[in-house]
């Protein structure tokens, strides 16, 4: 399995946030740093990112499994993923 980058094009390809178990509430919450990552240089050690979680680290705010679109996902086939929920468990289930 590869490393994801944790870069803008790869934010950018993410399904992370169409997801059905990630909630409204969640992206509300998650708004500001996901809007700094965009913007803003992707240095490794910045703000936890509440998208692209194959990249980061499980999400803090989502804690129920309602669906799963990694493999759907560009990111996650371009780095040859196997695995889902990166959201809810760190480098997935």
């Known amino acids: ?27 509300l919450m998650a708004m500001p740093g996901n809007i700094i990552l965009l913007v803003d240089k992707m240095d490794d050690d910045k703000l936890h990112a509440e998208t692209l979680f194959c990249a ?12 799963c679109k990694c493999g759907s996902c560009e990111v996650f086939k371009n ?11 760190d480098g997935g289930k």
């Open 1 to 27: 399995m590869s490393k994801v980058e944790k870069t803008k094009e790869n934010l950018l390809k993410c399904k992370c946030k169409s997801c059905p178990s990630y909630t409204f509430a969640c992206k």
């Open 56 to 67: 980061y680290e499980k999400s803090q705010c989502i804690n129920e499994e309602k669906g």
């Open 79 to 89: 780095y040859e993923l196997k695995n889902t929920y990166y959201c809810t468990s």
